[in-house]
Each structure stands twice: as C-alpha cells, then as structure tokens.
C-alpha cells in the first residue's frame, strides 16, 4: 500500500519554473514506477511523465526537453522540475504508482495523490 501527497504546485509566469514533489509513504516505495499526470478544465487526464524503479525516465512528447523528472529513494519522493513554462501548462498535476514497469496510461496505475493546481499566466 503506498499514499502519495504532491506539492509545490502554484502559480507562476510565462518562463518561469516549478518544482514539483510526489512523496510517498511505504518502505518499499523504490521498487514502484511512478507517473505525473495532468488535467486541464474540460480535457483528459494526459500522461507527462515518468520513471521506473531503476531511474528509466519517459516523457510526453510536449515536455521533453523542458520538463525534468527524478526520484530520491531514501526520502521517498518523485520530483517534477518543469522548466520554460508556458499557459498550455496549466493543469492539476498528479503523481501514481505502480508496482510494475513504466506505462503512460493513467488507468494502469493503483495509487493516486490527489493533486496540486499548476497555472501559468501570459
């Protein structure tokens, strides 16, 4: 069982940067995969980015390059540094786990948090 709280969601300008925190409770917490996801008013959930319990990382094609995600396995969080934002960006972001391997679509994942806000102004 794992429970995941996000944070460091806000809202910041056009080219500015965020970091954001997935941290999970659970001493096995290493071996899951985890996701970040976002949502838009009136949009689907879309895939972002994510990472395997051995570091392989996998991006959405609109953040790559920009967007960077990392894991610290002895404190037990997922990070999100987004980079040159901009308003297509504004969404609320979620991060989820899995015990298997690295997947983009959200319903393959067990284990939700259960947002942080991210708006980004013109």
């Known amino acids: 069982q794992v429970q995941l709280v996000e944070s460091g969601g806000g809202l910041v300008q056009a080219g500015d940067s965020l970091r954001l925190s997935c941290a999970a409770s659970g001493r096995t917490f290493s071996i899951y995969a985890v996701g970040w996801f976002r949502q838009a008013p009136g949009k689907e959930r879309e895939f972002v980015a994510a990472?395997?319990?051995?570091?392989?990382?996998y991006y959405a094609e609109s953040v790559k390059g920009r967007f960077t995600i990392s894991r610290d396995n002895a404190k037990n969080t997922v990070y999100l540094q987004m980079n040159t934002l901009n308003p297509e960006d504004t969404a609320v972001y979620s991060c989820?786990?899995?015990?298997?391997?690295?997947?983009?679509?959200?319903?393959?994942?067990?284990?939700w948090g259960q947002g942080t806000q991210v708006t980004v102004s013109s």
């Open positions: 990472i395997s319990a051995n570091g392989y990382t």
């Open positions: 989820a786990a899995r015990q298997q391997g690295l997947v983009t679509m959200p319903s393959s994942y067990g284990y």
